[in-house]
């Protein structure tokens, strides 16, 4: 990712590599394998840290924004948001974070709409329903 020329994120390919890593370390070294598992682990999250951090001052060269804002699930970790504060000191930009009670998993928010749509009575049920609903596969922007 660090060598394309756009601004995609996709860690399919790290995650797999990762899992067969991972199988490789285990066969390798048995039960000493627990031992690596913190370095192990810092070193992925350091990899996925700079991935991202390499896209991101691709776009703060090209758009030059007066700030930034990191949202999501992802801006919980404490890693991140040190070295993503370390970089936008360097280009003088101000960052902000939401409240680390508010960096959840997009899941808790789908399981919450739809707690919500349930009890408006607002869920599909039926084959025929799901037919109602509108989707548009492949939407682009």
């Known amino acids: 990712m660090s060598t394309s020329n756009n601004y995609d994120f996709s860690f399919s390919g790290l995650k797999t590599a990762c899992l067969y890593q991972t199988n490789d370390l285990k066969q390798q070294l048995g039960d000493q394998f627990a031992d690596i598992i913190p370095d192990y682990c810092a070193s992925l999250q350091e990899a996925i840290v700079d991935s991202l951090l390499i896209k991101f001052k691709r ?37 902000y974070f939401p409240y680390q009670k508010f960096c959840m998993d997009n899941a808790a928010m789908i399981g919450l709409a739809a707690f919500h749509k349930y009890k408006r009575n607002e869920i599909y049920t039926t084959a025929e329903d799901i037919n109602k609903v509108d989707r548009i596969p492949n939407l682009t922007y």
Request: no cysteine; charged share 30%.
């Open 59 to 95: 776009v703060l060269k090209k758009r030059k924004p007066k700030t930034a804002l990191v949202g999501g699930g992802v801006s919980a970790n404490l890693r991140l948001r040190k070295k993503f504060r370390q970089t936008l000191k360097k280009y003088n930009i101000p960052i």
